[in-house]
């Protein structure tokens, strides 16, 4: 990913730059290292860049957190930044290149745009973790009539099938860059056919992280409609039976599984064809929705309300992750902005399907940086939490 290496400068220069600057808002330094984070806002995103010193030299990337998916406005800030702050570059990767094919960008959406979403089909399958995109580009040309939900964390894949869609003139699919476990309490209920999940990552060493779960499991149920399926095929012997003890676990009372080893499909990815050369097996799962669910209606407010900075908040924030009943807030990194500034980058909600965000508070105001999490229970009741703990109601040290 675009990132730049230079020689060591004085950082507290930038400072003298941002009232002139156009796209840089401010600067914040670690309270615990010597990285730093400045504030950016470039064609119409606000994100986070981040400054990484070594002896050597100093490295200025992009902050995982907030990064855009479009990845020619990191190398343009970049770009920016290097000229603005007059800094001696030993090597980059920010060319930006104008053969490449274009990301089909009316096809990416975001978390947000599902609070109030108008479908443009009846039928909607989800695919989860689409990787190369291979299955997800087959299903949506085979069938013009659903509308393809392809889900990604992985960046880089979401932009190269978007690429794809453009190529192809694909007008049935959407791709969300963001964690499926968290994307599918956005869903409406019984609006789903299928929802397929090929080949996860097994995480036999941090089960809690599988994709797989028995809240994972009772959201599906939730959003499919009657009659609909969740598909789940892995290569993994770990993950097959681990699965089939999750779907039929007291998550969902009525369960109908159907299991199939070993059988071909339409379209076959590189890593599926591998795996049939080294001769591995390989499983599929289906869990059929019993019956139609109750619609879901959640009221939530992501505000901080009065939430302001006070003196000595940075010393008051607890270190240690913080376990609460069905949840966990943990605030990772505190980085301050002039005396009077926090931007707190922390972890919370459930423990299967955090969150990770950033909180920008001021003697002012007191907001996500950039957007708020996904309107859920569990994040409802950890943003309490934050805010009782952001004021100060909070616990020292706790």
């Not at 009221?299 to 992750?321: M, Q």
């Not at 909180?359 to 939490?385: D, G, M």
Request: with cysteine; proline share 5%; charged share 25%.
């Amino acid at each position: 990913m675009p990132h730049l290496k230079v020689t060591p400068f004085d950082t507290s220069s930038i400072d003298l730059t941002l009232a002139k600057s156009d796209i840089l808002t401010f600067r914040a330094t670690s309270l615990n290292t010597d990285d730093e984070i400045v504030g950016v806002v470039y064609g119409g995103e606000e994100f986070l860049l981040q400054i990484k010193p070594t002896p050597n030299d100093t490295l200025i990337k992009y902050d995982k957190v907030t990064r855009p998916l479009k990845v020619n406005l990191l190398k343009g800030a970049l770009d920016i930044v290097s000229k603005e702050w007059g800094l001696e570059v030993l090597s980059s990767n920010i060319a930006i290149s104008n053969t490449k094919a274009a990301l089909s960008l009316e096809h990416f959406k975001k978390i947000e745009d599902f609070e109030e979403m108008r479908y443009p089909k009846e039928k909607i399958s989800v695919e989860v973790g689409f990787g190369s995109g291979k299955h997800l580009l087959y299903q949506a040309e085979q069938n013009p009539d659903t509308l393809f939900i392809g889900l990604e964390i992985h960046t880089p894949s979401a932009q190269q099938v978007l690429k794809q869609i453009e190529l192809q003139g694909l007008e049935n699919i959407w791709v969300v860059n963001y964690d499926a476990r968290l994307f599918l309490e956005m869903l409406p209920s019984n609006v789903c056919e299928q929802i397929f999940v090929h080949f996860p990552v097994p995480w036999d060493k941090k089960p809690h992280r599988r994709v797989i779960s028995p809240s994972f499991l009772e959201e599906s149920m939730r959003v499919l409609r009657e009659g609909g399926r969740l598909e789940l095929r892995t290569d993994s012997d770990n993950y097959y039976w681990y699965a089939l003890e999750t779907f039929f676990g007291p998550a969902v009372p009525k369960t109908h599984v159907e299991i199939r080893k070993n059988e071909a499909l339409e379209v076959t990815s590189k890593y599926e064809a591998r795996w049939l050369r080294q001769e591995k097996d390989i499983y599929d799962v289906y869990v059929k929705c019993q019956e139609n669910s109750k619609e879901r209606k959640l009221h939530i407010d992501f505000n901080f309300n009065a939430v302001k900075y006070t003196k000595g908040l940075e010393n008051r924030l607890s270190k240690k992750p913080m376990v609460f009943d069905g949840y966990f807030v943990h605030f990772e990194r505190l980085y301050k902005s002039g005396s009077d500034t926090l931007l707190v980058k922390c972890a919370f909600g459930s423990f299967d399907r955090p969150e990770h965000k950033y909180i920008l508070i001021s003697n002012k105001s007191c907001r996500y940086f950039v957007l708020p999490p996904v309107k859920t229970a569990v994040n409802y009741e950890a943003h309490q939490k934050l805010m009782e703990l952001l004021s100060n109601e909070g616990t020292a040290n706790v």
